[in-house]
């Protein structure tokens, strides 16, 4: 049921995307000065620059910039605009001086004998790090490569579990109705094919709004994202396709500031993050500060273990009634007719489908993101094994592009949740 990550990220087809006009002042490699108005457009996708060659990236490391990506298409591209002192690097970034950002830990729990075998098997697929908790308690972690517990990289289209679960602690709170037109709160949708269009539908992928690999793209690159994903169009009427769409989802920004009067990242913060101690989760802003909904983001294994958490146990933590039972059972249902192995914006394991697994229960349900973050869930055993990579929205094009990836990781944990 997987849909494979569709934001182009190095590909020598997205050279275009990366074309810069000309250049005001050259990108100087003095720490402080000002930069090519050029670069903010590719630092959005190559945060810390683009080299020729391995031979320039670790020049440029050696004179104290942060880590630039290889990429000799991109450079030849930019080149003669960007590196007028022809030393293979175009817009790095000084490395920073501040330490990393780092979270309080528990301490680790050792290596589970039971779970070791799926270690095994996810450790091959290219995971980082693997969480397990039985009955509410962690019980197994394995960390490789370097990483700790606080170690945060990018969750994808995890992210839209975290999105959905906002939109349920909003409803709890007397927000909005799921049933509600999101054109309530995203004006610019009235008196246009969108306008019916319902948060319900948002969720369960529904809504009609149009998705390409190109608004996916430019959903990225705009500086606004909510604010593009608005004006994406209509594809088909509300209600009658299932269609995975980033940019739909990233609507979800608009509705629920409005709805909450707060942003997204401090409501996140107030009402999700902070009583479920996900402090190894940090939502991103666009140009706009507006959330990143869709796939960008950062978190821990820890983090995806705890929100799936919450989930088994109905809503609850630690006594606090974080989100509605009724829309945690919701979630866990099949959204619509469309696609029975789909909730509110996470995966199920509906027989009948064509995800389903047989080896694990029919209730259980899954995060999944691209390049192998996997959370999933078991609520027959009461068990949830989390496992993520190390990769970044960097390797989003090139990583993993059948899903094998993904599959393998998922099966390994559906294997541990039997």
């Keep these: 049921m997987r849909r494979p990550f569709t934001v182009l990220l190095a590909s020598t087809v997205g050279l275009a995307a990366l074309a810069v006009p000309p250049a005001v002042a050259h990108p100087t490699k003095t720490p402080g000065a000002r930069a090519d108005p050029s670069c903010a457009t590719l630092w959005k996708i190559y945060p810390a620059g683009i080299a020729r060659d391995a031979k320039s990236r670790a020049a ?3 004179d104290g910039f942060q880590a630039p990506r290889v990429s000799a298409p991109v450079y030849r591209a930019n080149r003669v605009r960007l590196d007028r002192d022809g030393d293979g690097v175009i817009c790095p970034r000084k490395a920073s001086t501040t330490p990393s950002r780092t979270t309080p830990t528990d301490p680790i729990a050792p290596p589970n004998p039971a779970y070791e075998s799926t270690a095994a098997a996810v450790r091959a697929a290219g995971a980082t790090c693997m969480v397990v908790r039985e009955d509410g308690e962690v019980v197994g972690e394995w960390y490789w490569d370097g990483r700790t517990p606080a170690t945060q990289t990018t969750g994808f289209s995890t992210m839209k579990a975290v999105t959905g679960t906002l939109i349920g602690i909003a409803q709890s709170q007397g927000r909005l109705t799921l049933d509600q037109r999101a054109s309530d709160f995203i004006t610019e949708w009235r008196g246009t094919p969108s306008e019916g269009v319902t948060i319900r539908q948002l969720l369960s992928m529904t809504s009609g709004r149009t998705t390409s690999f190109a608004d996916a793209q430019n959903m990225v690159l705009s500086a606004d994202a909510t604010g593009y994903s608005i004006r994406v169009g209509q594809s088909a009427p509300p209600g009658t396709a299932f269609q995975f769409s980033d940019s739909a989802v990233q609507t979800l920004a608009r509705v629920l500031t409005v709805a909450t009067g707060q942003s997204v990242i401090a409501f996140a913060q107030q009402s999700l993050l902070g009583p479920v101690g996900m402090s190894g989760t940090t939502l991103v802003q666009d140009g706009s500060n507006a959330a990143n909904m869709a796939f960008n983001y950062t978190t821990s294994c820890r983090d995806l273990a705890r ?38 914006l996470f995966n199920l394991n509906t027989p009948g489908t064509a995800s389903y697994y047989p080896g694990a229960p029919s209730d259980a349900f899954s995060f999944i993101g691209d390049c192998g973050q996997v959370s999933a869930a078991y609520p027959t055993s009461g068990v949830i094994v989390s496992v993520m990579t190390t990769a970044s929205l960097l390797d989003a094009f090139s990583c993993d592009p059948t899903g094998s990836r993904v599959s393998t990781i998922s099966q390994a944990a559906a294997a541990a949740g039997r």
Excluded: E, K
């Design 60 to 62: 440029a490391v050696a």
């Design 307 to 344: 929100l799936s958490q919450l989930y088994m146990q109905g809503g609850t933590w630690d006594g606090r009634q974080v989100i509605a039972a009724d829309y945690v059972n919701q979630a866990r249902s099949p959204s619509s007719d469309l696609n029975r192995a789909y909730g509110f």
